[in-house]
């Protein structure tokens, strides 16, 4: 049920409200956008713990809200049926909102936990969820705190959080200010566990803290064959787009990253997303096909536009998320992209290329590229 970005007046939320009664189980309903009131909200509590996905984007969601949310959940616990909560700007903060979130997480079987974008949670929301949380919250699997204003000194925090959260498979920390201390002690923490997803992009982190992120996987595989593993433990992916880390250093680890045989990475592949050396896009080719997903950038378009000018064999480039702009996709058909002779598959989407760009690209399509066919650009401005 998607009723996002429609203004619900109160005769609106009693209707849905009554819609959702006659359901027993509903999968999604969608509130986005919605300017819902801590009233109206509250008024819709006593059948929301029905709902499997429940998305709450971008609404003020205040704690007394929260709280009733929490308290229908604890009395109907057995036939909750909440697995997903977005709760993306949703204006959260404080004390006093993070241990209402705790009781909602704690009275559900909630796995999926998104806080993107709750810019004033900082550092005490952060403190006062983890201290809040049961001792094992052993249905979470995703956790967002991205742009959740977390700064230098939440390592205790996010030690405690992760502590709690023993299933925990996809953490998110991205756009945030967090230093290297904040991730070493939390590294610490996540060595012992399955996680796979480790999301750090955007941070305050420099080439100091790369040593720790290769003894967590080194500690992660000893750890998993000394418990009785008998193969290397489940790949890790860590992502650290744009941070500080310097060239030198990244282009120390994609060396040690494509050793199969390095014991640090056998078994686990470390994302080092940060500014990549136009100089190494052929080996990134060579390496990586044509899979630039979340990992070109601007600087590099005019690299890459030379590289299919000049390459005869690559038939699919993938630039998804690379926030190329409008000046990258001229710098990439400009380098050569217009003179590719074999190219067959495109995609750009996810990016923040406008109409400029697209002329561009439409340009480059209709005065060469003959073997193109398909362009992906979806969700672009």
């Known amino acids: 049920m998607d009723v996002s970005h429609t203004i619900l007046e109160d005769v609106d939320i009693l209707a849905l409200s009554h819609i959702l009664k006659q359901l027993p189980v509903v999968q999604k309903v969608d509130l986005s956008s919605c300017q819902l009131s801590g009233t109206q909200l509250s008024t819709l509590s006593p059948v929301l713990p029905r709902v499997v996905d429940l998305v709450l984007f971008s609404n003020s969601v205040d704690s007394p809200a929260m709280d009733d949310l929490a308290a229908v959940c604890s009395e109907s616990r057995p036939s909750v049926h909440m697995q997903k909560l977005n709760l993306s700007l949703c204006s959260m ?24 974008g709750n810019t004033r949670f900082g550092n005490q929301g952060l403190a006062s969820l983890a ?51 904040d991730v070493e002690n939390l590294l610490e923490e996540l060595s012992s566990r399955h996680l796979r997803h480790l999301h750090l992009d955007n941070n305050h982190l420099d080439d100091g803290v790369v040593d720790s992120l290769c003894e967590c996987l080194s500690v992660r595989q000893s750890l998993f064959r000394t418990s009785g593993g008998t193969s290397p433990a489940p790949p890790c992916f860590i992502y650290i787009h744009g941070n500080r880390m310097s060239e030198a250093v990244l282009d120390s680890i994609a060396r040690q990253r494509l050793c199969s045989n390095d014991r640090v990475y ?17 080996s990134l080719v060579q390496n990586y096909g044509g899979n630039f997903h979340n990992f070109a950038s601007n600087s590099m378009m005019s690299s890459v536009g030379g590289y ?22 001229r710098m990439l058909n400009n380098g050569g992209l217009r003179h590719n002779k074999c190219l067959q598959y495109l995609s750009v989407s996810n990016n923040c290329i406008h109409l400029l760009g697209f002329v561009t690209l439409l340009e480059a399509i209709v ?4 073997a193109l066919r398909a362009v992906f650009v979806n969700d672009n401005p």
């Not at 903060?93 to 993107?116: N, R």
């Not at 956790?143 to 000194?153: D, K, R, T």
């Not at 390592?155 to 998110?172: F, I, R, S, T």
């Not at 299919?308 to 993938?318: E, F």
Request: proline fraction near 3%; charge should be negative.
């Open 131 to 181: 201290a809040a949380l049961p001792e094992e919250c052993s249905s979470v699997t995703w956790l967002s705190v991205a742009n959740c204003g977390l700064q230098p000194g939440c390592a205790v925090a996010l030690g405690q959080l992760v502590n709690k959260l023993p299933k925990l498979d996809e953490l998110h920390l991205e756009y945030n200010c967090l230093a290297n201390s």
């Open 266 to 282: 056998q078994g686990a592949r470390y994302v080092a997303q940060n500014r990549v050396h136009e100089r190494s896009v052929s």
């Open 308 to 329: 299919l000018r000049d390459d005869s064999h690559l038939v699919y480039i993938d630039l998804d998320g690379c926030h190329i702009s409008d000046d990258g996709i």
């Open 367 to 370: 005065t060469g590229l003959p």
């Open 93 to 116: 903060y404080g004390e006093v909102a993070a241990k209402s979130l705790a009781s909602v997480v704690a009275s559900t079987h909630l796995g999926h936990l998104d806080l993107t």
